[in-house]
Nanobody, 124 residues
Framework: QVQLVESGGGVVQAGGSLRLSCAASGGTLSSYAMGWFRQPPGKEREFVAGITWSAGRTYYADSVKGRFTISRDNAKNTVYLQMNSLKPEDTAVYSC?????????????????WGQGTQVTVSS
């Protein structure tokens, strides 16, 4: 059983930056990749970014390319999401998720464990 704990959310002005962290514990040896998803108020959850543990391959939603960077620290079992040039439309609850299989990382159905989420609010 994998446990995921996010941190780093908060309130920031447009144009600012935040760094989210997701610490994984439990059965992490079987994990293939980690992803970040977000759910804006009143909207569906959407893919933000993903990264594989071994090769470090990264994947991004078009809406965040060039502004967000996903990275991982294998020694700490932690994945980060550096968010720069934040916009009000980035406001959402951000959740990290763990995938045990080599499947499409942009599809939330391919993730097996989820964190509780952390709120990010970008003011204009």
């Amino acid at each position: 059983q994998v446990q995921l704990v996010e941190s780093g959310g908060g309130v920031v002005q447009a144009g600012g930056s935040l760094r989210l962290s997701c610490a994984a514990s439990g059965g992490t040896l079987s994990s293939y990749a980690m992803g970040w998803f977000r759910q804006p108020p009143g909207k569906e959850r959407e893919f933000v970014a993903g990264i594989t543990w071994s090769a470090g391959r990264t994947y991004y939603a078009d809406s965040v390319k060039g502004r967000f960077t996903i990275s991982r620290d294998n020694a700490k079992n932690t994945v980060y999401l550096q968010m720069n040039s934040l916009k009000p439309e980035d406001t959402a609850v951000y959740s990290c998720a763990d995938s045990l299989g080599n499947y499409g990382l942009s599809d939330s159905r391919n993730y097996d464990y989820w964190g509780q989420g952390t709120q990010v609010t970008v003011s204009s």
